[in-house]
């Protein structure tokens, strides 16, 4: 017994007396309200998926290839610590979208791959240093400048310490 009398529960017997009125345009109202807040959930949706996009590719780059770039792929499968993370090196051999390409093995010309910019990795071409440019020639003439400068430095410096010798033993010898 609560506030001094018998609770009364849902599911006790109701007296038929009591009615309860219902708005007959309850049924229009309920549907209305419904579709607005769906369209109004959609309408959010859309603006934070546009914010988040907006996020996101403020710091992305947008990498372009050319056709015959080296570049490796990036290994998607879940990896332990000491697994190859690229395969590779592949070259670009055709652009099929803007971020969709074709690459070929650079070895083994059998394995040929579609992949977007996403997994591509660019990989540089060292230059070859075995040929001679203007570059090797200056650097070798500079060397040879800077050793027979050396070498006249160290006469120069010879010269000066004998002549120096020589008026010390001639003042302690007279």
Request: net charge positive; hydrophobic share 35%; glycine share 2%.
């Amino acid at each position: 017994m609560i506030y001094g009398r018998e609770p009364k529960l849902p599911f006790d017997h109701q007296h038929p007396l009591v009615s309860i009125q219902q708005d007959p345009d309850h049924l229009n109202k309920l549907s209305s309200y419904l579709t607005s807040m769906v369209k109004e959930a959609q309408k959010n949706i859309l603006e934070q998926q546009q914010k988040s996009k907006n996020r996101y590719d403020r710091n992305r780059s947008d990498p372009q290839y050319r056709i015959g770039d080296l570049v490796l792929i990036k290994k998607i499968n879940a990896r332990n610590k000491f697994d190859i993370r690229n395969e590779g090196p592949f070259r670009i051999i055709e652009k099929l979208a803007q971020k969709t390409y074709v690459v070929q093995h650079v070895k083994n010309l059998d394995i040929k791959r579609q992949v977007i910019s996403d997994v591509i990795v660019p990989l540089f071409e060292r230059p070859r240093l075995t040929s001679k440019t203007k570059d090797d020639q200056r650097s070798v003439k500079l060397k040879k400048c800077i050793h027979d400068n050396v070498n006249k430095w160290n006469h120069f410096i010879v010269i000066h310490i004998k002549i120096h010798l020589e008026l010390l033993l001639f003042y302690y010898y007279n």
